[in-house]
């Protein structure tokens, strides 16, 4: 369903995916998903490939639209770092899709997740940061914290995070540049708020046989019961992975996998 709705004076657009059969006598949960620098909503929608996932496990989809970074004219979110002369606020812009959704559909409002690619994974560092009591969990491909989002940071609650990142990422370095901090450095942000007691790292599976695999690290026995994870991926560049892709891993059933775990006030005991 393609939605418009005019927020601080722009005309913003999103996307909402709702499964059939879905059945919204009871609370179901609420994914962002957010696309990338010069990308499009509906172009997220198409390669991500989360619709399959709600179709079984049940949950709503929302795809909002970024709006345009007048000093580029390329769709952005303005999370700092290269967009800091936007002036769009995109953490108000989420914050009312979450109230927008909850007006009209039967929202669990403890379970409200978001993801991005690249911008959009900069862009849900920064909800977590700055929408921290409105969202459960996030988790970021390709993307980090810009030094604008890390210094700045302040959650109000234990927050699960999971990066997924390539050790040859040109856009968005492992090893960070002026627009972002390293993935080392925001994963280290993760654990020290988190109180994370424990780290393990183990091998990725060279799942398509081409010699490579990648390195997933966890940070365990954290605040709520909650995990942060890294999934750093061998001679993988700026791309969102998939099994159809030749990728050994799929980011879309990874990131649900993990989300589905957790709500706003850590792991869910069932």
Not at 153 to 158: K, V
């Amino acid at each position: 369903m393609y939605c418009r709705v005019k927020r601080q004076n722009l005309d913003r657009e999103f996307f909402v995916y709702i499964p059939d059969g879905i059945d919204t006598s009871s609370p179901v949960p609420l994914l962002f998903g957010l696309h990338g620098y010069t990308s499009r909503a509906v172009w997220f929608l198409g390669y991500s490939n989360f619709q399959p996932i709600a179709d079984e496990e049940k949950f709503i989809i929302i795809y909002p639209q970024g709006s345009i970074l007048q000093s580029t004219g390329q769709t952005h979110w303005n999370v700092g770092g290269w967009t800091t002369t936007s002036s769009t606020d995109d953490v108000d812009f989420i914050s009312s899709l979450i109230d927008w959704s909850a007006e009209n559909y039967n929202i669990n409002l403890n379970r409200v997740y978001s993801t991005g690619m690249s911008n959009g994974g900069y862009m849900s560092y920064r909800l977590a940061c700055e929408l921290s009591y409105k969202t459960a969990a996030i988790a970021s491909v390709t993307g980090s914290m810009t030094p604008q989002t890390y210094n700045n940071c302040s959650p109000n609650h234990p927050t699960a995070v999971l990066q997924i990142h390539g050790d040859v990422d040109g856009v968005v370095p492992y090893y960070g540049d002026w627009k972002g901090r390293s993935i080392p450095d925001v994963m280290n942000y993760w654990k020290e708020y988190n109180d994370c007691q424990f780290e393990d790292i183990s091998t990725v599976p060279d799942v398509n046989e081409d010699g490579d695999g990648g390195f997933f690290f966890v940070y365990d026995q954290c605040l709520a019961d909650i995990q942060s994870q890294l999934y750093l991926m061998t001679n993988m560049g700026h791309e969102w992975p998939r099994f159809s892709n030749g990728n050994d891993i799929d980011a879309a059933q990874v990131i649900w996998q993990f989300f589905s775990q957790y709500d706003i006030d850590g792991r869910i005991n069932e």
